[in-house]
């Protein structure tokens, strides 16, 4: 597989791919561009991660069912059409946010549903974070995905560790030594 990252080229008349990859629409593990899913708990304020192969129906359910506590009373995300089963097989409430263009033009980062003047509708705690997990694996200079999971897991425990405790070194270590510890 000629063109992957760590991977000799052994074709010089073959240039190599582009750096940064700059196909549009959401990636896969198979063009390289593994989809992240990032889930903040507004009470509780913790993050997690979840690298996987696809982004569909199938894996945002089981995304969303393996981290969305039973009692939840509602469910923030984007359009994505992959959400759209939440609601009905977790029996939890869900409102969208659009932010590509609507019929008149308008786009939506937020939007007020109760009337009480804040915007309690919106995706910009996962945005955040996820603009902070981009921040940090830029510092790398690209990863294998194959390797993606452990520098996933090491800045979610990190973002979520308010102090260092042996809990965190133990969690540290599990996610390092056991390749099969995060789902990719």
Do not use: Q
């Amino acid at each position: 597989m000629p063109g992957k990252k760590s991977d000799p080229h052994p074709d010089p008349c073959d240039p190599p791919r582009r750096r940064a990859n700059k196909r549009k629409g959401h990636g896969t593990y198979e063009t390289d561009r593994p989809p992240i899913f990032s889930i903040v708990g507004r009470e509780s304020g913790t993050v997690r991660f979840f690298v996987r192969h696809h982004a569909d129906a199938k894996t945002c359910l089981e995304v969303v069912s393996s981290t969305v506590p039973a009692d939840a009373t509602i469910l923030y995300t984007d359009e994505w059409r992959g959400y759209a089963p939440v609601e009905k097989k977790l029996k939890t409430s869900h409102a969208t946010v659009k932010h590509g263009r609507a019929a008149d033009g308008h786009r939506e980062w937020a939007r007020d549903d109760d009337g009480d003047g804040r915007r309690e509708v919106h995706c910009n705690s996962c945005e955040g974070a996820g603009t902070g997990l981009r921040t940090y694996l830029r510092e790398f200079r690209g990863v294998h995905k194959k390797h993606l999971a452990d520098y996933v897991a090491t800045y979610e425990t990190m973002t979520n560790a308010k102090r260092i405790t042996s809990t965190v070194i133990h969690r540290m270590c599990f996610v390092t030594h056991n390749p099969h510890s995060r789902d990719t």
